[in-house]
């Protein structure tokens, strides 16, 4: 990331850039699972890392960005995330891109790999000292979560999904309704008490454009569809802080996958390729009109919207 010029991107949309260097954890001992978790003691000395850090630059007024890393680091810094916002009195809403739901359990998960269970542990199920990192537990409701791009989900897991009412925008229902659709709906009720926590997988994205990943899983968002959820995002002005994960360098194609993903990271920061002139007020509430009427009459034929929008 630091390679495809991600600081030199973000210092070109006015921003300050501060960056704190590498994290230092413990190696990955490839070994199998013990008790239905592989590497818990070193998964949970990483969090424990993530969690100060990003708590750290939050309570400094900073919005931190989380690089590199698979998914399961995301209990680190959510978990810091959601202590944040209790001690502000903000409301938290987390939106997800990932291709897998990240809900396993140790009795679902077929592999015992904790970078499939994050936001299981988050909501409350998972080992003892990954659940309580944040102080509070569960960290953050399964309410508060929104996920974009789903296309991964093992059995088990799907009945886990269902049972605690996720809120997920798979990619047959972006498909059927469309990215915009999908990311209002997603970003609905984001206001000026919101916190707004983005956890980007990079295997959110197609395999055919990013293909730097471990897990790929064909049939992700494309370019334009990838960069309208970033797009959205922005406009909402709410983002206040950010995961980048599962990028792998040694899968990567030249730097494709990371070059990307640094395009996506600026237009989070509001670079558009916007040319439209603004609407005149009586045809923009118009439109709004025109956009409810829509989800009124969709939502009854929802299949695969899981769960009630808060």
């Given amino acids: 990331m630091r390679v495809a010029g991600l600081s030199g991107a973000l210092l070109g949309r006015g ?9 230092n954890g413990p190696p990955n001992p ?40 698979d998914h399961s680091l995301a209990i680190g810094s959510i978990s810091a995330v959601a202590r944040h916002c209790r001690e502000s009195g903000r409301k938290l809403r987390v939106l997800w891109l990932d ?3 990240d809900f396993n359990t140790r009795e679902l998960s077929p592999s015992g790999n904790l970078h499939g269970m994050p936001v299981a542990c988050l909501c409350g199920f998972g080992p003892e000292e ?35 009412e ?23 009720g984001v206001d000026s008490r919101t916190h707004l926590h983005v956890s980007f997988d990079v295997d959110f994205l197609d395999p055919e454009i990013a293909p730097g990943v471990g897990t790929t899983v064909p049939g992700g968002p494309s370019y334009r569809e ?12 709410r983002l206040a802080s950010l995961d980048v994960v599962e990028l792998n360098p040694a899968l990567d194609v030249r730097n ?28 923009s509430a118009g439109n ?21 929008t808060a």
């Avoid at 921003?15 to 994290?23: C, F, H, K, M, S």
């Avoid at 925008?169 to 970003?187: I, N, P, T």
């Avoid at 990271?265 to 603004?278: A, C, Q």
């Fill in 99 to 101: 291709a897998h739901a």
């Fill in 166 to 188: 996720l809120e997920v925008f798979d990619m047959r229902y972006v498909d059927e309704m469309g990215v915009r659709q999908a990311m209002e709906l997603a970003l609905a």
């Fill in 130 to 164: 990954l659940v309580r990192l944040g102080g509070v537990t569960p960290a953050i409701s399964p309410h508060w979560i929104r996920q974009v791009g789903i296309r991964s989900v093992d059995a088990g897991e799907k009945r886990f999904v269902h049972e605690q």
């Fill in 256 to 283: 494709k996958t990371a070059t990307l993903a640094v395009d996506l990271i600026e237009s989070l920061f509001g670079k558009s390729t916007l040319m439209r002139r603004p609407m005149p007020a009586q045809m």
């Fill in 15 to 23: 921003l300050q850039v501060i960056d704190r260097g590498n994290l």
């Fill in 288 to 308: 709004r009109c025109a956009r409810k009427s829509m989800n009124a009459r969709t939502e009854g034929n929802n299949p695969r919207r899981l769960g009630k």
């Fill in 30 to 69: 490839n070994l199998p699972p013990v008790a239905g978790y592989r590497h818990l003691a070193e998964v949970l000395e990483w969090n424990r890392q993530v969690h100060e850090a990003v708590y750290r630059d939050l309570a400094a007024g900073h919005l931190p960005i989380l690089l590199g890393g």
């Fill in 226 to 237: 990838a960069q309208l959820c970033m797009e959205m995002i922005a406009d909402t002005g």
